[in-house]
């Protein structure tokens, strides 16, 4: 079993920051990707921002310049720096990671979420 443990959000004024952390335990042989993508009512869940094993980044445009993603991978942590935050990031925040067994075979795993709210 693979948990995925997010914690970080909350309630913030536009203008200021959070830090989101995702933690992963369990039976994890390798994890390649780690991500954080963002969902709000009526629509789909959208990439945010992820990072490869190798460190090679990849954002959203629309948060390009204010969130920064970084990884502690000897704590299978993901963490998603956000500033200069705009009523429009208000979202639940989930975490995503790919995982590949000793047989390469490929798994992905979700948090439950963290909501994320922003006022104006």
């Known amino acids: 079993q693979v948990q995925l443990v997010e914690s970080g959000g909350g309630l913030v004024q536009a203008g200021g920051s959070l830090r989101l952390s995702c933690a992963a335990s369990?039976?994890?042989?390798?994890?390649?990707?780690m991500g954080w993508y963002r969902q709000t009512p009526g629509k789909q869940r959208e990439l945010v921002a992820d990072m490869t094993s190798g460190g090679s980044t990849n954002y959203a445009d629309s948060v390009k310049g204010r969130f920064t993603i970084s990884r502690d991978n000897a704590k299978n942590t993901v963490y998603l720096h956000m500033n200069s935050l705009k009523p429009e990031d208000t979202a639940v925040y989930y975490c995503e990671i790919k995982t590949r067994d000793p047989f390469n075979y490929g798994m992905d795993y979700w948090g439950k979420g963290t909501l994320v709210t922003v006022s104006s």
């Open positions: 369990g039976s994890i042989f390798r994890i390649n990707t």
